[in-house]
């Protein structure tokens, strides 16, 4: 109960507040925009409208940071373009009216104050009922006293029940507890419906900007982390399977050469590029499962995961707690950042245990791998978890490490899914 009225004080509060400021934001705002408009032929309502665009603006951010109070949650803040440094002064001036977020503030302003007026009527009128039934006790006997008993009419006549002060005031005090458990949800009602109009006037813009700075984000990502990948699998061709082509490539010209003179040596020669065949097609088979692994394709994540740990040179505990099958682009973001993730454990850690978990969140997937390492892991530039960090952000995700010195080592990979 007392969570349930200090929610209800704060929602009153809000409502007499914004009430008040919409008064003084509509007697600023309707004047100057008018007074603007009328002087726009003499050229200096430019002027004066800049200035009701300016006073909008701080009116919406007051309301701005009363929302999250309200709401239960933060609020976006539009930006508001600025002019470059070096603009003329005509291009200072008009600034505030290319902005359309601006526009958007001075109509919140007149509209919302039709609104509060209601709200702010509706949420005091039922606290005033709500306060005067709950206290006719105390002062119901005065008025009795006032206008005569035999002058004084109540609900009790209507009912036919004795017209005595203790009657009344039982009435009043039923009629007030009635009233009091409906108060918080009619002032709360009056609070969102304001506070939800501000929401949407006041900070739409500000989350489709947040929305697509995102994305432009994750976009840079994706292309930084598709761009390392690339470096990495053209370094590991080139140091490995490369390699071994052209020495097997030189193998053969020289079994070419031994076969009429040294029958003998060149079957020994055969003999091993045969063998380094069989080593390069296994590197290639690596090297094929760090970009598309089969048993992910084929099986699904928890299997993907199961076999991953099984190759670690650590002993790695593995606890999948999800079954079913995500999306792919989901799945290859975890199941890389779980072998981005055990392969620095193994070169970096010097852990001699791991544990990684696999759950699903309300949000998406989550996949933890803790170790019992040195620590000192971290996401800085040219490092390994950085790319990782990139990768998953590619794919709207969210990394997180916590890796003091000393140890342990925890790593959580969060990937949004539907």
């Known amino acids: 109960m007392p969570a349930l009225l200090r929610r209800s004080l704060a929602d009153l509060g809000y409502l007499v507040s914004s009430f008040l400021l919409s008064v003084i934001g509509f007697a600023l705002l309707v004047p100057t925009f008018a007074a603007g408009l009328g002087t726009l032929p003499v050229g200096i309502g ?3 409208l800049a200035l009701c665009l300016l006073i909008a603006r701080g009116f919406a951010e007051i309301e701005r940071r009363s929302l999250p109070a309200v709401l239960g949650h933060p609020v976006a803040r539009p930006h508001y373009p600025r002019p470059p440094r070096d603009a003329g002064f005509l291009r200072r001036l008009t600034a505030p009216l290319r902005a359309g977020q601006s526009w958007l503030d001075l109509l919140y302003g007149i509209l919302i104050f039709p609104v509060s007026v209601l709200t702010f009527a509706v949420a005091s009128t039922f606290s005033a009922a709500t306060l005067a039934a709950l206290t006719f006790p105390l002062y119901g006997w005065i008025i009795r006293r006032a206008v005569g008993e035999e002058n004084y009419n109540d609900l009790p006549d209507l009912l036919d029940l004795p017209n005595t002060h203790l009657v009344s005031s039982l009435f009043s005090l039923t009629a007030g507890l009635v009233l009091a458990l409906l108060l918080p949800l009619l002032v709360r009602g009056c609070a969102l419906l304001r506070a939800q109009l501000g929401r949407v006037m006041l900070t739409a813009v500000g989350e489709m900007q947040e929305r697509i700075a995102d994305l432009s984000e994750s976009r840079a990502a ?16 080139h140091d490995g399977p490369q390699q071994r082509l052209v020495h097997l490539a030189m193998e053969l010209s020289r079994v070419d050469r031994q076969m009429e003179r040294d029958p003998d040596a060149a079957r020994g020669t055969l003999t091993n590029a045969i063998s380094a065949t069989r080593e390069t097609l296994e590197e290639l088979r690596a090297l094929s499962r760090g970009i598309a692994p089969p048993v992910l394709t084929d099986r699904g994540l928890a ?49 001699n245990a791991a544990k990684m978990v696999l759950s699903r969140t309300r949000h998406g997937l989550l996949l933890t791998l803790g170790d019992n390492g040195v620590g000192g892991a971290h996401l800085a530039r040219d490092h390994g978890l950085a790319g990782l960090a ?7 995700g969210e990394l997180v490490v916590d890796s003091p010195e000393g140890g342990p080592t925890v790593v959580a990979v969060e990937v949004p899914c539907a």
């Open 46 to 48: 430019i002027a004066v």
């Open 222 to 237: 994706a292309v930084s982390a598709e761009a390392g990948a690339l470096r990495r699998l053209e370094r590991d061709i």
């Open 303 to 351: 299997p993907a995961l199961a076999a991953l740990t099984a190759r670690c040179p650590i002993p790695v505990t593995l606890d999948t707690r999800v079954q079913e099958r995500f999306p792919a682009s989901v799945e290859s973001t975890i199941y890389f950042a779980a072998a981005e993730c055990l392969t620095n454990v193994a070169k970096h850690s010097g852990a």
């Open 390 to 396: 990139d990768r998953v952000k590619a794919a709207e």
